[in-house]
């Protein structure tokens, strides 16, 4: 059946349901037959098209009867499937719905003052300090257009020492090494290495 529904295109179900029951073989060893109890009923395909064509569902059917709704929807033609009924649309609330409210955190700066802070160089870091919040909440109050890069932030809140060349030439003189110097201006070994 999986081979003729991929030749097909079709699901192996779909294979299964044209294929009358005395031609199915069965898989393995043949299986042995179950007893019936008092609720199974012998499957009659026209009643079962009857009964369902009257509006009984397959899977009440499929109770009396004693078998899957899967044995059931192989007795019924497509073309006489029942579809599940589409969902019915929400009725609306008779109740108006509420105005959202803004839950916008109250800081002690207001965003004029969080951005004159930030244009006369405080940092986002250094204000939220100041506010008791973090600094990502005071970002949000800061237009897109205003916000310093990754690069130019760095630099603000990690300044780097304004040593000159001379400096480091005068200590390299008396015998420093790199690493020593970059430890007494501040700087990095590599930093001072490329600024002498």
């Known amino acids: 059946m999986a ?19 005395d031609l199915i073989r069965p898989r393995g060893p043949a299986p042995q037959p179950r007893p019936r109890t008092q609720h199974q009923r012998t499957l009659v395909d026209e009643e ?19 078998v899957s709704t899967h044995t059931i929807q192989a007795r019924i033609p497509d073309t006489e499937w029942r579809t599940r009924p589409p ?3 929400s009725v609306p609330s008779p ?25 006369a160089g405080q940092s ?27 690069l130019q932030a760095q630099r603000l809140n990690r300044p780097a020492p304004d040593v000159d060349a001379d400096t480091i030439r005068t200590l390299r003189a008396r015998g420093l090494t790199w690493e020593e110097i970059g430890a007494e201006v501040g700087l990095s070994a590599k930093t001072v290495r490329a600024r002498a």
Do not use: N, Q, W
């Not at 005071?138 to 310093?148: F, N, Q, V």
């Open 3 to 21: 081979e003729l529904g991929r030749l097909y295109g079709v699901h192996p179900t779909t294979i299964r349901r044209r294929i009358p029951d």
């Open 48 to 66: 079962v098209r009857r009964r369902y064509a009257a509006g009984e569902s397959a899977y009440a059917l499929a109770r009396e009867f004693g």
């Open 87 to 89: 969902e019915k649309a």
């Open 95 to 119: 109740h108006p719905a509420r105005p959202k409210t803004s839950s916008r955190m109250v800081l002690p700066f207001s965003d004029e003052e969080i951005l004159a802070r930030y244009r």
């Open 124 to 150: 986002a870091t250094a204000i939220g300090r100041a506010a008791g919040v973090d600094c990502r909440t005071i970002l949000r109050r800061i237009p897109e257009d205003e916000r310093r890069t990754h």
